[in-house]
């Protein structure tokens, strides 16, 4: 790891310390400075609270909050849900691949500015299909509406 990675976790281990933090805590603020959670992070961490580096495993595959890979500047997320799905969701996702460029196990564009993310279900689904781009909640999407989405925030990008 970088000096400025071990900084960060050294601030991330102090905070541990002063506040008797756990190790949910210790994750979100690892999160918080490094974008996600390095497999060599947790190690680190590990070392340091003598907490097993298993139990940190445990509970970033367990809650989705947690990333272990870089995230693009624009995170998009489909719903996958029946009513979404019904309503052409599959579509809308083999769009996004098409338009990104991204093969079936890709979630993150090589230059960084997508990530993809699938879900069983936004609770939106009055207006579906449903997909969020950056938060924002973007209803009655079709692939069409969803290519000039994709743009718009590559068009944020190059400005």
Avoid at 32 to 43: F, G, K, T
Avoid at 55 to 71: A, D, E, H, L, S
Avoid at 121 to 132: D, E, K, N, R, T
């Amino acid at each position: 790891m970088d000096e400025t990675t071990v900084e960060k976790l050294e601030s991330v281990y102090t905070k541990y310390i002063e506040l008797d933090g756990n190790a949910i805590s210790i994750l979100q603020d690892i999160q918080a400075e490094l974008d996600y959670i390095p497999e060599e992070a947790v190690h680190w961490i590990s070392q340091k609270t003598g907490i097993a580096a298993s139990m940190f495993f445990g509970i970033v595959t367990f809650y989705t909050q947690f990333y272990m890979k870089p995230r693009g500047a624009n995170i998009v997320t489909a719903c996958c849900g029946t009513v979404c799905h019904v309503k052409g969701s599959h579509r809308i996702i083999t769009r996004i691949n098409d338009e990104l460029k991204l093969r079936n196990d890709e979630d993150t564009t090589r230059d960084g500015l997508f990530t993809v993310e699938k879900v069983n279900c936004i609770g939106a689904c009055s207006i579906a299909p449903v997909v969020v781009i950056n938060q924002k909640v973007h209803g009655k999407m079709s692939p069409e509406k969803m290519a000039k989405q994709l743009k718009s925030c590559k068009d944020k990008k190059s400005e």
